[in-house]
């Protein structure tokens, strides 16, 4: 049959469809794009926010529209919260929450006709992934939190934590090298709770992802500043993991994070961006900020400002405060009001592009490792754009007469401009 997999939201959603596509290819299925009239469709939603939970069922009613004879899965994060909505869809014919989402191809195998099923099953090759256009894998190694920020639906539709053993992550890496990937990401909903439930941590899983695997790029997803196990940035001093820590603070106000329910204050973000910064050359930190959440003060905003000021981080994800149900947030009073939530975030999208121009100037002149990806049509002259990442995570531009012979390759570039906050560099 011909499946094709879609996903909004988190690392970890592309991490679990890409298992999802090594298991369906496995099982001698085909991976194709949408445009290739899919025998089944699976998709895994988000419901971070009530703009997700738009999307995601935009997402269902439009791959239905554009494929109707195709089997619909639907699973991820909205579907769990919103079952009966989504089976109420036009089009849906099998709902996998996320509790069952192990077990997702199986499952949709089992509803489908044995008539439809192939004959024979082949190993998984280079397709599951490269079909998707992928030179870089997601690996879950965990799922699930044990906290509960009063703004957070996810935990709720995660549940509990539930970590994989070191031996299977460290099987799944070298099986993925092996096909041809040079890069992972290590995504979890909490990153820094992994081991707590199989008597294990973070530092002793990615010590043995370094010792006994040899792919040659290793970055982190993720990470919440609290729970990172003693010795973790001394780590970093193994090449093969890379310089870029992505921290959501969400404020940088001490009584916002209180509401929040955050477990890390602001004096303890500092002491650990700093430790970062003196022990990893080059470090790109990078973190979370929501905006407008209930009871912000214009007081508590301007602390939020000058933090972002003061930390330099070199890029934010800027999340305006919407309100979901089943949160403790949502019932809070003193909602901030919908404009004075816009002229926030357009302050601190300024703010922030400001900060990671001055970041990126600091990088001009030198040269660095790019893993290059993918490419764009070729102009008049028949040469390529290919883009690609430094290892702090900075995108890359550069042309080329042959594409391919970049394309999921390290190659080191010289980085000679910025433009629209991609560098330019030239091979």
Avoid at 12 to 41: C, K, M, Q, R, Y
Avoid at 190 to 208: A, K, R
Avoid at 404 to 427: E, H, Q, W
């Amino acid at each position: 049959m011909r499946v094709h997999l879609k996903t909004l939201g988190c690392r970890l959603n592309e991490a679990e469809i890409e298992t999802w596509a090594n298991d369906f290819s496995s099982s001698g299925h085909t991976l194709v794009d949408e445009s290739a009239s899919p025998d089944i469709l699976v998709l895994n939603t988000c419901a971070v926010t009530q703009g997700a939970v738009r999307k995601s069922r935009q997402l269902v009613r439009k791959a239905h529209k554009k494929n109707p004879k195709a089997k619909l899965v639907v699973s991820g994060c909205y579907a769990t919260l919103n079952e009966q909505e989504t089976v109420s869809l036009e089009g849906v014919d099998l709902l996998v929450n996320n509790n069952q989402k192990d077990q997702l191809v199986k499952l949709t195998l089992e509803n489908i006709s044995e008539e439809t099923m192939p004959s024979i099953a082949t190993e998984p090759n280079e397709n599951a992934l490269f079909s998707r256009g992928r030179q870089r894998a997601f690996i879950k190694v965990q799922d699930g939190c044990r906290y509960r920020c009063s703004f957070c639906i996810v935990t709720v539709a995660r549940g509990d934590e539930k970590s994989r053993h070191i031996k299977d992550i460290v099987l799944e890496i070298n099986n993925i090298h092996q096909q041809g990937i040079s890069e992972i990401v290590i995504s979890g909903v909490h990153l820094g709770g992994y081991g707590s439930d199989i008597n294990s941590d973070l530092f002793t899983l990615i010590q043995s992802i370094l010792d006994q695997t040899t792919i040659p790029r290793v970055r982190m997803g993720s990470l919440e500043p609290w729970d990172l196990p003693a010795g973790f940035l001394q780590l970093f001093e193994n090449p093969r993991l890379m310089p870029h820590m992505h921290l959501p603070v969400q404020s940088g106000s001490d009584s916002v994070l209180k509401r929040m329910s955050r477990r890390c204050k602001t004096d303890e973000f500092r002491t650990l961006v700093s430790q970062a910064r003196r022990l990893i050359p080059n470090i790109n930190i990078t973190s979370d900020m929501i905006v407008g959440f209930p009871g912000e003060t214009d007081g508590e905003w301007q602390q939020t400002l000058d933090f972002v000021k003061e930390m330099r981080l070199a890029d934010l994800h800027i999340f305006t405060y919407s309100i979901r149900d089943g949160t403790k947030a949502a019932t809070m009073s003193n909602q901030v009001q919908n404009d004075i939530k816009k002229q926030r975030s357009k302050t601190l999208h300024k703010l922030t592009q400001d900060i990671k121009y001055s970041t990126m100037q600091s990088f001009l002149g030198t040269t660095v490792d790019v893993l290059w990806e993918e490419s764009q049509c070729a102009n008049e002259y028949g040469s390529f754009t290919v883009f690609g990442y430094t290892p702090n995570y900075l995108r890359v531009k550069t042309t080329s007469d042959n594409s391919k012979a970049l394309s999921n390759n390290i190659i080191p570039c010289t980085i000679t401009s910025i433009t629209d906050n991609v560098f330019n560099g030239l091979l």
